[in-house]
C-alpha cells in the first residue's frame, strides 16, 4: 500500500519533471561551453522554449513555453511570461 500510495506517484512526478527539465535545457543546436567560455547570459540564452500543448501550457504556468523568459528574469511573476517571451524573439 505504501508503495501505491507514496512511492509510484513520487516516481510518477518526478519522472515528468526530470523529463521537462531536460526538454527545457536540451537540443542538439544548442552549443556546450566549457569553463572558460561560458557565461551567465550564454548559459541562459541556451535553454529553448518548447511548444506545447494548451492543457501543458496551463498546468505548468507556460513555463516550457517561456522557459528564455524564466532564465532572464528569474524573479518575474510566471504570468508576466508569455508576454515578456512575445518580445525577446
Known sequence: ELALFYFLPYLTVNGWLVLYTWLQHTHEDIPHYGEDEWSWLK???CTIDRPYPAWADYCHHHIGSSHVA?????????YGAV???KHIT
Not at 70 to 78: I, Q, R
Open 43 to 45: 548559459g541562459t540564452l
Open 70 to 78: 524564466h532564465h532572464l528574469w528569474s524573479k518575474m511573476p510566471f
Open 83 to 85: 508576454e515578456a517571451t
